[in-house]
């Protein structure tokens, strides 16, 4: 078997010295001090402010604070600095809100049975004129449009009518009342707005094929423009203002790198490549209402990078940048002229911070930490790796190694991501900090199936999960261990959903590699997994099945591939966390499996978590959980 070891970005990251990542990477920390044990809350503390919002106009800043142990919605007033609590929660939680004008806010709160019943609301920024539009819906709420048209109206879909699909509908923010402007036939899983609000286009989803359906106004029905596998990326990003036949969308369409295109919405061909690059991966492109026009694309290659399409928003990001040295940034909101803007910090040792950047006098204001309590210079570095697998292809993930020790003969934590459609990404990850800063070293891949690297390293994941995404993972243990970084006898491995479901089913095949392993949340059984998957998602069960496995067709592979069903083959000690109240888990089969386990001795650490909309309880149950985690590893990380 041959690893690699490679500069990562090599076709834009010219100035990386090859001998610096090295002595990152390899030398562990010489001249740092020692590194200091930081208790387990500081990572997982709840934010007391988070979700800032710019009313249209730029003049009030909105945000979600925890106020009396409840999430509520407070508005700013940026002129006086004065703030106000709109809403005073003492049963149901804040789950949404959104600005629908420059004075008025709709808001849902929910409460937590297993229905999720929401009421919803419109209140103006000073607090008064407070109308509940509903109460007690157990229908989901998605806003299309939040802009009021005509003074009253917005966009949104719901599944009231059906819960299996979504209407769409003009609420009437000033009496509640809801008229429905299109009729979910059955298939349609998206429905898009034009700039002014006017309903355009749909996504039809027969779950393997997705038609992109367009219609020049709303008295006209919806026609077919084009149809393509869900392999194949077509993602609209916004109908141009000055071409209202032409549609801006990332799409990989005959290519397997995702590119910015305009698309023709009458005959569905490509009219113009806004921007691609045969190595590079376009995850996000940004249409500015105010220029009318694209303004960036981001790729994500080992790190997320802006291209811009805009010389002027170029300049105008430049000098956030400069503002903001060392960090990864991203807009999460800003005003109808793009002067007022809310950005988001990070980098992989700092959660990151929320600003307000004034466009206008090039100045921020910092809003809040994410998470005061943790300093970067107690952190660890999250280095890109590469390596090959046993059939020869390209594997790429990170490696995070703790401050306070030689990287040499280290204990190992493997991560596997959650899943399908997911892959790690550089960036402050609370889970591995904790874990590195505990004295190990943390591995996470970006397994075959994993996005971000082309239709074809995508599609090769397919109904692989039971077989060559886990020796990708193998791979990368092995790896380590031949470099001398990871102690062979002390290597464990740990995921969430379905990283605890790869973790499982590496930890009983692989006795050799790994001392002990661990799920949260995590798949135990496929034919269960199918079962739960709700009603408004059953459209896209066909994906699924071919991404995962069909448990009709493909029987005895699905079986294969649950860890529910070997529990005989278990011998290394097991750590299972579960959300008894999780809608989309058997709780029953979890336990079990549990039983199963105990029965032929092996040691099993079970612990139930709760993970409702409630943040103070939400923050003691993970507390009780690491702290777990953290003596389960102690206990058996060492293979004996």
């Known amino acids: 078997m041959k690893f690699i070891f490679v500069l990562p970005g090599e076709n834009y990251m010219v100035n990386r010295v090859l001998i610096l990542v090295l002595v990152a990477l390899f030398c562990a920390c010489k001249g740092f001090e020692e590194g200091k044990t930081i208790p387990i809350d500081d990572f997982f503390k709840t934010q007391d402010k988070a979700f800032y919002h710019i009313s249209p106009d730029g003049k009030s800043l909105s945000y979600i604070k925890l106020q009396d142990k409840k999430p509520n919605l407070f508005v700013e007033d940026l002129a006086t600095g004065k703030s106000l609590q709109l809403t005073h929660l003492t049963e149901k939680t804040l789950s949404f809100y959104t600005w629908t004008s420059n004075d008025e806010l709709i808001y ?4 937590d049975s297993k229905d999720r019943k929401s009421d919803l609301f419109v209140i103006n920024k000073d607090g008064s004129k407070q109308i509940q539009l509903g109460s007690n819906e157990k229908a989901r709420m998605d806003v299309i449009e939040n802009q009021l048209i005509d003074d009253k109206y917005i966009i949104v879909s719901s599944n009231k009518r059906d819960s299996s699909v979504f209407d769409v509908y003009r609420l009437n923010v000033r009496n509640g009342k809801m008229d429905i402007a299109a009729k979910n036939p ?17 996504i039809a989803n027969d779950g393997v094929n997705k038609t992109l359906m367009y219609r020049e106004n709303e008295s006209q029905p919806f026609k077919a423009v084009i149809t393509n596998n869900f392999k194949t990326t077509l993602d609209p990003v916004a109908i141009a203002e000055d071409q209202p036949d032409v549609l801006y969308a990332i799409s990989n369409v005959n290519r397997d790198k995702n590119a910015l295109v ?18 590079l991966n376009v995850i996000e492109a940004k249409y500015s209402r105010a220029k009318k026009k694209m303004i ?3 790729c994500e290659t080992w790190k997320k990078e802006k291209f811009y399409l805009d010389s002027t928003i170029r300049v105008n990001y430049n000098k956030i940048d400069a503002l903001l040295p060392g960090t990864e940034w991203r807009v999460e909101d800003k005003d109808k002229l793009d002067n007022v803007f809310v950005v988001r910090t990070f980098t992989d040792k700092n959660p990151g911070s929320y600003y307000l950047y004034f466009a206008d006098q090039n100045k921020l204001r910092k809003l809040a930490d994410i998470n005061s309590s943790i300093k970067e210079e107690d952190m660890c570095e999250m280095k890109p790796i590469s390596y090959k697998s046993v059939d020869g292809l390209t594997i790429n993930g990170y490696l995070t190694l703790p401050k306070n020790k030689k990287a040499s003969n280290l204990p190992l934590v493997v991560l596997p991501h959650d899943g399908p459609k997911w892959r790690n990404s550089w960036g402050y990850n609370a889970d591995v900090q904790f ?41 990368g243990v092995r790896w380590l261990i031949e470099q001398k970084i990871v102690n062979s006898k002390k290597v464990a491995i740990y995921g969430n959903g379905f990283g605890g479901y790869i973790a499982l089913n590496c930890l009983y095949k692989n006795p050799d590699l790994y001392s002990c392993g661990g799920s949260n ?6 034919f269960s997994y199918f079962k739960m998957i709700p009603p408004f998602l059953k459209s896209k069960l066909q994906m699924y099945y071919e991404i995962v496995g069909n448990p009709i067709t493909d029987t005895e592979y699905v079986r294969s591939a649950s860890p529910v069903f070997h529990a005989d083959r278990f011998r290394a000690p097991v750590f299972i966390a579960q959300n008894p109240k999780d809608p989309h888990i058997n709780i029953a089969e979890g336990i079990q499996f ?47």
Not at 191 to 198: A, E, S, Y
Not at 262 to 277: R, S
Request: net charge positive.
């Open 108 to 111: 849902y709160t929910r409460d």
């Open 186 to 202: 059955g298939n349609i899983t998206d429905w898009i707005t034009d700039n002014k609000g006017i309903l355009k286009m749909a």
């Open 262 to 279: 305009e698309l023709d919405l009458k005959t569905g061909k490509e009219k113009k490549i806004l921007f691609a690059n045969d190595t």
């Open 296 to 298: 960036f694309v981001t």
């Open 435 to 475: 874990l590195a800063n505990r004295g190990y070293a943390v591995l996470q891949v970006n397994y075959r199936g994993s996005i971000g690297y082309g239709k074809t390293f995508y599609a090769a994941g397919f109904k692989q999960l039971d077989d060559k995404i886990q020796e990708d993972v193998n791979a």
């Open 521 to 526: 949340s995590g798949v135990i059984n496929l």
């Open 594 to 640: 549990i039983k199963e386990l105990q029965k032929r001795g092996v040691a099993v650490t079970h612990i139930e978590k709760e993970e409702g909309p409630d943040p103070i309880k939400r923050q003691q149950s993970r507390l009780v959980m690491y702290k777990a985690l953290e003596q389960f590893l102690k206990d058996n990380i060492n293979r004996k």
